[in-house]
């Protein structure tokens, strides 16, 4: 029954993530608060989830034209640079400190779209 949900855990954050909108921080609830992962193994999950996510999701976007280039290139170059130092100040950190940033962070967003106005 373990993978049934897995699978439909996957196959959920897998349709958001062609979306755009999110699916690695949702396999990331899954993983911590129902499958018992550990918060930094969970990340390592996610970040290899979103290579083949993103190969899937990304000729389609390229087709019907949602990539601004122009826009993209200095976002991409930051998000490496980023990426890079958060990895690296993530292995040094506590586990629990991270598990509650991220609950924090979780929180945050989820009140700024309750409470927006679209």
Known sequence: MGWLMALAVGAATGV?????VGGGSLLLVYLTAFAGVEQTTAQGINLLYFLPAAAMALPAHWKNGYLDWKAARPAIAAGLLSAALG?????????ALLRKGFG?????????????RS
Do not use: I, Q, R, Y
């Not at 958001?16 to 755009?20: E, I, N, Q, R």
């Not at 990895?87 to 586990?95: E, L, S």
């Not at 009140?111 to 927006?116: A, T, V």
């Open 16 to 20: 958001l993530s062609a979306f755009g």
């Open 104 to 116: 924090v962070f979780l929180l945050a967003v989820g009140c700024k779209e309750l409470f927006s």
């Open 87 to 95: 990895a690296w100040v993530a292995t040094g950190v506590d586990v």
